[in-house]
C-alpha cells in the first residue's frame, strides 16, 4: 500500500482558503486517493475522494496532477468548526470499503479566528 | 440519518481486568472494523468483518484480544487481560463496500 506523506500541522484564520497537500509517490495505477477529517474524540469523517483531475463537494475539493503523486485538498473558506485532523489515504478501492484503511498521524489544522 | 453505535464511551479499568467494547453497525452494512488509536496517532486496523467471517486480523493481538460477529450484526472487542499499554480510542466503522462510518469510538484507560 502507498505510504502517504502530509504536513504535520497548519494554522489559518477564519474565511482563508486552506490547502492541505499529501505526497504519495508510489501510488499505484489502482489506487484512489481519500480524505478523512476527525474531530476530538470523534471517529474519522469521509470528505472526498478522487482518482485524478479536480474533485469537488459541498465540504471541498480535490486536486490530484496528472503523475498522481500528489494531492490538495482544500477547504474555501474556513470556521472554526473546521479545526480538525486530516487524513490523506491511498487504497485500491473505491473509499477504501474493502481495502485496509492506514492511517497516518494526519494535518492537524488550528482554525483562528 | 444511521448511525453505528458503540458503548461504553468510556472505560475505565485495572491492568489484568478483563473489558469489552460493543458496536452496532449501520444497518445492512456488511463489512465491520475495529481500530485502536493512541492519543496523537491515526487509527490502525485491529480486525475486519465481512458478515461474521473475519477477512483480516493481522494486526489484532491475539494473545490477549478478540473479537466475534456472530449473527453479522453487531459485534464485541474482548482484551483478556488489560494491560497499560491498551489504554487508547476503540472506533469501529462500518460500510457496505464503499465509504466507512465510524462510530464515537470508547476511551479506554488501563490503570
Known amino acids: 500500500l502507498a505510504k502517504t506523506t502530509q504536513p504535520i500541522s497548519m494554522d489559518s484564520y477564519e474565511g482563508q482558503e486552506v490547502n492541505i497537500t499529501c505526497s504519495h509517490n508510489n501510488i499505484a495505477t489502482n489506487d484512489y486517493i481519500t480524505w478523512y477529517q476527525q474531530f476530538p474524540s470523534q471517529g474519522p469523517r469521509f470528505i472526498i475522494q478522487?482518482?485524478?483531475t479536480k474533485v469537488t463537494n459541498e465540504v471541498a475539493s480535490l486536486f490530484i496532477p496528472a503523475d498522481r503523486k500528489s494531492s490538495t485538498l482544500s477547504l474555501p473558506r474556513v470556521s472554526l468548526s473546521d479545526t480538525a485532523v486530516y487524513y490523506c489515504?491511498?487504497?485500491?478501492?473505491?473509499?477504501?470499503?474493502?481495502?485496509?484503511?492506514?492511517f497516518g498521524a494526519g494535518t492537524r489544522l488550528a482554525v483562528h479566528p | 440519518e444511521a448511525e453505528v453505535a458503540q458503548s461504553p464511551r468510556y472505560k475505565i479499568t485495572e491492568k489484568s481486568q478483563a473489558v469489552a467494547f460493543w458496536c452496532d453497525p449501520i444497518?445492512?452494512?456488511?463489512?465491520l472494523y475495529w481500530y485502536r488509536q493512541i492519543l496523537g496517532q491515526g487509527p490502525e486496523l485491529l480486525v475486519q468483518f465481512q458478515d461474521e467471517s473475519v477477512v483480516d486480523d493481522s494486526q489484532l493481538p491475539k494473545d490477549r484480544f478478540s473479537a466475534e460477529r456472530l449473527k453479522g450484526v453487531d459485534s464485541t472487542l474482548k482484551i483478556q487481560p488489560a494491560e497499560l499499554g491498551d489504554s487508547a480510542m476503540y472506533l469501529c466503522?462500518?460500510?457496505?463496500?464503499?465509504?466507512?462510518?465510524f462510530g464515537p469510538g470508547t476511551r479506554l484507560t488501563v490503570l
Open positions: 466503522a462500518s460500510s457496505i463496500g464503499g465509504e466507512q462510518f
Open positions: 444497518s445492512g452494512h456488511a463489512t
Open positions: 489515504l491511498v487504497g485500491d478501492h473505491p473509499s477504501g470499503g474493502y481495502n485496509k484503511l492506514i
Open positions: 478522487g482518482y485524478k
